[in-house]
């Protein structure tokens, strides 16, 4: 699983109402139309800037405040293909993989607004193509990479029917 886009920055303590906010939340269960309103408490023209397949690269705990799964699936349907993060709340974090949005932690002190990143989840390498940089990160388990793969874990659980904790799955 490797990618390439855009990257978008970000600082810490980015929460979930700065990923949608909550007065979009509740409005819809339209995942395009809450796209739309990605970030926009931050930087009121971010769903303009972003292009399938760019990154989200942010601070220390990414995705803190409610546990709702929509923060991830606006994002992914805004067109990000994954986010980096120093560290992650718990909840976005497991919400994501859930929702098919790859997460990775990483150091991301080395990531400038529009660098152009190469992803490898598998090999846990980031490789700034800007810079020429390459960064390391925590390479995800086999069973979350499968779950990201079949495009998260609903899609995962209607191919196989069952979930095996060894990540052995055929």
Request: glycine residues 10%.
């Amino acid at each position: 699983m490797k990618y390439q886009g855009k990257a978008h920055v970000f600082g810490d303590d980015i929460n979930t109402d700065y990923i949608i906010s909550g007065k979009y939340k509740f409005k819809t269960l339209d995942m395009k139309e809450l796209a739309k309103h990605v970030m926009e408490d931050l930087d009121p023209e971010f769903y303009e800037k972003v292009q399938d397949g760019d990154f989200l690269v942010a601070g220390r705990n990414f995705g803190c405040g409610s546990s709702r799964e929509q923060a991830p699936l606006a994002l992914k349907h805004a067109g990000i293909r994954a986010v980096l993060a120093r560290s992650f709340a718990r909840l976005f974090y497991r919400n994501a993989i859930n929702t098919g949005l790859p997460v990775v932690e990483c150091d991301t002190d080395e990531i400038s607004p529009g660098d152009r990143l190469e992803v490898d989840l598998e090999a846990g390498k980031i490789r700034n193509l800007t810079t020429g940089k390459v960064l390391t990160s925590k390479p995800l388990p086999p069973v979350m990479l499968k779950i990201l793969g079949d495009g998260g874990l609903a899609a995962h659980f209607l191919k196989y029917g069952d979930f095996h904790l060894t990540g052995e799955m055929e």
